[in-house]
């Protein structure tokens, strides 16, 4: 029993002074713990300052039944409980019941409101014993943070979001994902946390407590009115077709910005909703659109113009065994390569682009890269794939013994839409390729923290001359009649733009389906905004052709923005002199500066300057003027001494 008591004892100071330390810090931190305070997300805005997306603070508001004395629970919980009745609509004595319950349990943390928005907690932590705050009314207040999008589903999946699951893997798309921790996110703030048993911790306030620090805001290029044109038109055609699905990307020609940009597509029940960001991720064969590129690199190189006859004979050709077909049934017979653009000749492009560059490929490849089209536009949302272009110079068996042929009417290239539309932009304002832009600014509060610029990827594309010709073609597209886009002709405004239609799965018949495009700017002449519309697998029995399908869409746009949003053209004001006014001027200034109170000689002045320079002097007048036009006589003479209220007669004819 001695040694054991021994034992005991050594125990006993070994606990104390040897691990004591340890055993307190593990009893800290079983009783106290250290709790992330969020930091509230900033706020997304549009160009013109809409709200697109903001973090909502929600509050948990609940009571410590223990720390307020005695004397002050029970001179409170009569008006307490009156209040939360007129607040919940259960009456003041179940409240009654239950602080008085909570009380004698010890309840430290009893629930009074969950997930209450700002003006509600303003109210409740105003009601009686709650406003005497945490150490004498038990007011315990827990904060958290909903993101919330007040455009609803329209632009969501390009707004974005942040989403961390319970693994802690991260989703960020978007605007919202791909700016939130460098700017939007802030950073989170700390406060310890008391174990008061069951499971549940009380926030305790004292000095350590770390304030958090709020997001900085972000200004999108994004405008709500162009958006909400764009969403509506792609929702109206998509229903229409019954399509799986499509975007659309609206760009300001000049600075790259986005100004709207829809992706929508269709769920297990039939309706539409922004479930992928297809207009920047999703990557595919282009068809007809991908003409332009390719008779921009062959005008360029100067192998073809405009003007070159090309044989369509019957519309359809034969490479190594594959035919090339136009969608014209017994083709066009010979044409010229313009009109072979503008009514999408398939035959007439290839026969072209073989013609020009069957033997050299790679110098056709070579064009390609020299419009920066190999490359990907290196955007700050993720998901961007890189653009595809075979090279026969790269083993990777994307070049065969067709692939030229191929490439020239779209097939074996891949593109985003935004991609596409980033070069048909450059065709709009000149030849000056610029960066999709998504932000105008950061900022806090009115201090703007980052100004984002226009950023240039290639600063000439390609020759003036070229530039002019391409314009010219696209241009033709809508207003000649044989243009495949020449439904969509408007006398009212303007649009140049080339149609697409891109088979889908070719190489199964019974998946075959089709993507319909249209890509342009408008108005045709100095465009102010370029567009692309692109939707996939619409119903064939309904239809499929770019210029119907996708066309409608452009020009459903372009005209709205036309109506809503009106393209000025403004005038600057002319600085220009003519030497009467001015010496009439300077005749009437002499005459004000140098009499005040004598009777000037206005013969000869412009009656309205009479009347300006009489109502001006030191003593007040009363003029009478007969007639108009320029005085030619006055009822008192020149430099006689005036008097208040003396009346002067002025004849003007």
Aim: hydrophobic share 35%; aromatic share 10%; with cysteine.
């Amino acid at each position: 029993m001695f040694v054991f008591g021994l034992a005991v004892a050594f125990k006993l100071v070994s606990i104390q002074f040897m691990q004591g330390d340890k055993y307190k810090a593990l009893a800290s931190e079983r009783v106290v713990k250290n709790v992330i305070i969020p930091a509230n997300r900033g706020n997304v805005y549009s160009v013109k300052g809409n709200l697109l997306a903001t973090s909502v603070p929600k509050y948990d508001i609940r009571f410590d039944a223990v720390t307020p004395s005695s004397k002050i629970f029970e001179k409170y919980i009569k008006p307490l409980s009156d209040s939360l009745s007129r607040y919940s609509g259960k009456s003041s004595s179940h409240f009654q019941n239950e602080l008085r319950k909570a009380r004698a349990l010890r309840n430290r943390y009893y629930l009074i409101a969950r997930n209450v928005g700002y003006s509600e907690y303003i109210r409740l932590r105003n009601f009686p014993m709650l406003e005497l705050g945490a150490f004498k009314g038990g007011l315990i207040v827990e904060q958290t943070t909903k993101r919330e999008h007040p455009m609803g589903g329209i632009a969501q999946r390009t707004i974005g979001y942040e989403r961390i699951d319970e693994n802690g893997n991260v989703t960020r798309p978007g605007i919202d994902g791909a700016f939130g921790v460098k700017y939007l996110r802030g950073v989170d703030g700390q406060r310890k946390k008391q174990q008061i048993g069951k499971g549940q911790w009380k926030p305790l306030n004292d000095a350590n407590e770390i304030d958090p620090k709020n997001g900085y805001d972000v200004y999108t290029t994004i405008d709500v009115n162009i958006q909400d044109i764009a969403h509506h038109a792609l929702l109206e055609q998509l229903e229409k077709y019954k399509a799986d699905h499509g975007c659309v990307v609206v760009m300001e020609t000049k600075t790259g910005e986005i100004r709207a940009i829809s992706n929508l597509g269709r769920n297990s029940e039939g309706l539409y909703y922004e479930r992928l960001n297809y207009a920047l991720g999703e990557s595919h064969e282009v068809g007809s659109t991908f003409k332009l590129m390719a008779l921009t690199a062959g005008i360029e190189d100067k192998v073809i113009d405009t003007s070159d006859v090309v044989d369509t004979e019957k519309g359809i050709i034969w490479f190594y065994g594959k035919p090339v077909r136009d969608s014209h049934h017994g083709g066009y017979g010979k044409i010229t390569l313009s009109k072979a653009f503008e009514v999408s000749s398939n035959t007439g492009i290839v026969r072209a682009i073989d013609k020009a560059y069957g033997k050299t490929p790679s110098k056709f490849v070579d064009r390609l890269y020299a419009m920066n089209l190999h490359n990907d536009l290196e955007l700050p949302i993720i998901g961007e794939p890189k653009p595809v272009i075979p090279d026969p110079r790269i083993k990777n068996g994307r070049w065969s013994g067709i692939a030229l042929q191929w490439m020239a009417y779209g097939y074996g290239v891949s593109f985003t839409p935004l991609q596409t539309l980033t070069f048909y932009n450059a065709i709009a304002n000149g030849g000056e390729m610029v960066k999709p832009q998504f932000l105008r600014e950061v900022k806090e509060f009115d201090e703007v923290i980052v100004p984002f610029k226009k950023e240039v990827i290639n600063e000439q594309i390609c020759s003036k001359e070229t530039i002019a010709k391409v314009q010219q073609l696209l241009k033709n597209v809508v207003e000649k009649k044989h243009g495949t886009g020449h439904r969509l002709y408007s006398e009212n405004f303007s649009m140049a733009g080339k149609t697409g239609t891109c088979q889908k799965d070719y190489a199964n018949k019974d998946k075959l389906s089709y993507i319909s495009s249209f890509a342009g700017y408008f108005p045709a002449d100095n465009p102010k905004y370029s567009c692309i519309v692109v939707i996939h697998e619409p119903d064939k029995s309904v239809g499929y052709y770019g210029a119907d399908v996708s066309g409608p869409v452009f020009k459903k746009i372009a005209q709205k923005i036309f109506t809503d949003t009106p393209i000025l053209n403004e005038v600057k004001s002319l600085d220009v002199k003519i030497a009467s006014v001015e010496k009439e001027y300077n005749n009437f200034y002499k005459i004000a500066q140098l009499h005040k109170t004598i009777m000037p000689n206005v013969v000869g002045l412009p009656a309205m300057d009479a009347l300006a320079l009489l109502e001006n002097m030191q003593v007040k007048v009363k003029v009478k003027l007969e007639g108009n036009g320029i005085i030619k006589k006055q009822s008192i003479a020149q430099n006689i001494k005036l008097k208040n209220n003396q009346i002067v007669v002025l004849t003007a004819s």
